[in-house]
Structures are given as structure tokens and as C-alpha cells.
């Protein structure tokens, strides 16, 4: 029973999620109410808020589950596996399952690109961000025999990856015309793992 009632709690949160995204594409985020979301979803602002503090925290609240999926991949992943090759497969898992192989839609492309502009956005994710790095380095820490109570390697690591990621989606919103996302992840990482050599030599 409480098996059903976790999945059912989950559904609830990814549609408002999801309702909260569409509605912020098709309206613009200004535009966009909690009574709004709720309603999509037919369940009442107050059942919204058990979920998610603000319409800002529902539409990143993707951000924390691909970081928490991360997390997960990198812990299942091989113990011999090189650490950048398992965390380079653990940071692509999530993008990987979004379809992000393919190019998107122009119009979509330019919606996103006008919601990632949105300051109150921007520091909702930065606060995701600052959370995340914290659960990441303390798995770089399990698989790196460190301590991410005192040592520094595991949170230079969190943070560089992230910061990878962060980057590769950034140029994928830049992209004219729209380019797949999936092979830019790839490349940022694994120039990363390579030490970020000098592409001019």
C-alpha cells in the first residue's frame, strides 16, 4: 500500500512539473500562476505547495532529479571503472532519457532560451546547483576512498562536472541552427576528463 501511495505522490509531482513548463512556454513565466499549474493538474493550490514552494522550484525541479540520477548511476556504476569515465556516463544518463539526441524545435529552442533568461530562474537553479554539488561529491568521495567532510578533490570534481554540463547546455541554447544536445554533454566532459588540453596546439 505504501508502495502505491509513493507512486502516486511521485505522478502528482512530475505533472506539476511538467504542467509548470508548458504553461511557462506557452504563456511566459510572468503569466503563469500556482492556481494555474494546480488546476492543470486538477489538484488545489494547497496540494501544489506540499510538493513545490513556488512555480520557480516546480519548473527546476528537474534539475535536482537529473542530479539525484546522476548520483544513483555513479554509485551503480562498475568500482574498476575509471572515476571520469563512470561520472562522464553518470552526468549524460539523465539528458540521455530526455530525448536530447535529436535537434528541438526552433520555437521550442527560443521558448527555453527566454525561460533560462529569467532571473528568478536562474537563481532558483543556482540554488539547486549548490545543493547538487554537495550529494556529488560526497558520491566522488565513496569512489575515490576520500573524505568530503575534509578533502578537496571530491567537491573539485562535483563542481567542474556540473560546471561542464552547465556550459554544454548553455552553448546547446545558443546553437543557430537548433543542434542536439546529447553529443555536446559528451564533449564537454570528456574535455574535461582530458584536462581541457589547448585545441590550438
Not at 562498475?78 to 572515476?83: I, R, S, Y
Not at 552526468?91 to 520555437?107: L, N, S
Amino acid at each position: 500500500m505504501s508502495g502505491l501511495r509513493e507512486r502516486k505522490k511521485q505522478a502528482t509531482r512530475e505533472a506539476l512539473m511538467t504542467a509548470a513548463l508548458r504553461l511557462a512556454h506557452e504563456r511566459g513565466l510572468e503569466r503563469v500562476r500556482v492556481e494555474d499549474i494546480a488546476a492543470e493538474v486538477g489538484v488545489s493550490p494547497r496540494t501544489f505547495n506540499n510538493y513545490f514552494s513556488s512555480k520557480y522550484e516546480a519548473i527546476t525541479a528537474r534539475h535536482t532529479d537529473r542530479i539525484r540520477r546522476s548520483v544513483a548511476v555513479l554509485r551503480a556504476r562498475p568500482p574498476e571503472e575509471p572515476l571520469w569515465e563512470a561520472l562522464a556516463e553518470a552526468m549524460v544518463e539523465p539528458w540521455a532519457q530526455a530525448g536530447t539526441d535529436v535537434a528541438p524545435a526552433p520555437e521550442l529552442l527560443a521558448s527555453m532560451r527566454m525561460l533560462a533568461d529569467e532571473p528568478a530562474l536562474q537563481a532558483e537553479s543556482l540554488q539547486v546547483m549548490f545543493a547538487g554539488n554537495g550529494e556529488l561529491a560526497a558520491a566522488v568521495a565513496e569512489r575515490t576512498g576520500t573524505d568530503a567532510a575534509r578533502d578537496l578533490y571530491p567537491h573539485l570534481v562535483s563542481v567542474t562536472a556540473g560546471s561542464a554540463v552547465q556550459t554544454a547546455v548553455a552553448h546547446w541554447l545558443r546553437s543557430d541552427p537548433p543542434v542536439p544536445l546529447l553529443p555536446l554533454l559528451r564533449d564537454a566532459l570528456s574535455a574535461l576528463a582530458a584536462g581541457l588540453p589547448d585545441p590550438s596546439l
